[in-house]
């Protein structure tokens, strides 16, 4: 029998606060994951953790939801510590891990059911089903599933307990067109409700459609704080370019030459994003450069300014999509 305390919980704190970090920080031995990080999340709001791999997005997530406890300053969730309360912060928040898969032997329904039974004040199963586009498949059984469907089970039941905060760490960068329009619906749907949804993702574009602010981490600390649009005009107000580059040697000497420039290796060539450059400054970047097979200047987006936002000395092969 489920623990009364479980179901029953306590009600948030009377706060318009859902989230506060003071000075956050979080040590694994000698390596520090994060240092003194404050950020606010009203209630209501959708705010996306992004930054280059490592820079510890995951790790703020996690301190949040009471995965971990803090090395430094203070987590509060609707007023309270979630890692010395898991009881509060089960009722509190839903967690969408890194890693995770359906339930092979329960249906879709099933799944939905079990997990809403876990909570106090749990979403209308029905309700998540048409919001996940899961209603033709709530029959089927997880291990049947295929990959756009499993998907938007995963989801589905990360919504379902109707908690005031939902946590998404890291959806798949390879979300499907169907699971990314079920997880926008999920999102839109909970913060209407007055609920709040912090989100860790590789995918800036992603953020940049669902998050009303972004929260940019640079090696474990904040970097900025903004709305997607306020980033991209104060990061890259010129826009950016994505360059095909044949020659390593002169893919990585334009990367050196272009601050927050990151390169992906292919089997076509180097492909170099350069953010914040307006056409006349990609020119003189190029110049010299033999081995140039494409070059396309965009208009300024949320990855070009968190590229920007997070810029190294030195070149990084690509950790922001």
């Known amino acids: 029998m489920l623990d009364p305390a479980v179901r029953s919980g306590e009600e948030p704190a009377p706060t318009s606060c859902a989230v506060a970090l003071r000075g956050l920080g979080v040590s694994f031995g000698d390596v520090r994951v994060l240092d003194r990080v404050d950020l606010e999340v009203a209630r209501g709001e959708v705010v996306g953790v ?16 009471g995965l971990l406890a803090p090395t430094a300053g203070t987590v509060r969730v609707f007023g309270h510590d979630p890692a010395a309360r898991p009881q509060v912060a089960h009722r509190l928040v ?4 890194e890693r995770s898969g359906p339930f092979p032997r329960l249906t879709v329904e099933e799944s939905l059911e079990l997990w809403a039974s876990l909570h ?42 109707g908690t005031p905060l939902v946590v998404l760490d890291e959806p798949p960068a390879g979300f499907v067109p169907p699971a990314r329009a079920a997880l926008a619906a999920l999102v839109r749907d909970r913060a209407a ?34 709305s997607p649009q ?8 010129d826009g950016g370019a994505a360059v095909l580059v044949g020659d390593p040697a002169e893919a990585s000497a334009l990367s050196s030459a272009a601050p927050g420039a990151t390169f992906q290796r292919g089997p076509a060539g180097t492909l170099v994003e350069v953010p914040g450059c307006d056409p006349g400054q990609l020119r003189s970047l190029l110049r010299g450069l033999a081995s140039v097979l494409e070059v396309h200047h965009h208009e300024g987006t949320l990855a070009d300014a968190v590229r920007r936002a997070t810029a190294d000395r030195r070149p990084r092969e690509e950790e922001v999509a």
């Not at 839903?94 to 891990?97: A, C, D, F, G, K």
């Not at 007055?194 to 474990?220: I, N």
């Not at 306020?230 to 107000?237: C, I, S």
Request: hydrophobic residues 55%; glycine residues 12%.
């Open 120 to 161: 106090a004040q749990p979403r209308p199963v029905a309700d998540v089903l048409a919001l996940a586009g899961l209603g033709a498949v709530a029959a089927r059984r997880g291990g049947d599933l295929g990959t756009a469907d499993a998907q938007r089970l995963l989801l589905a039941v990360t919504f379902v307990g």
């Open 230 to 237: 306020q980033l991209v005009e104060r990061y890259a107000p």
């Open 94 to 97: 839903s967690v969408l891990p």
């Open 193 to 226: 409700a007055g609920g709040t949804v912090l989100l860790a993702s590789r995918d800036a574009g992603q953020a940049a459609d669902l998050c009303d602010r972004v929260a940019v981490l640079r090696r474990g600390r904040l970097a900025a704080v903004a």
């Open 50 to 65: 992004l930054g280059r791999r490592g820079a510890g997005a995951s790790t703020v997530l996690a301190a949040v939801a």
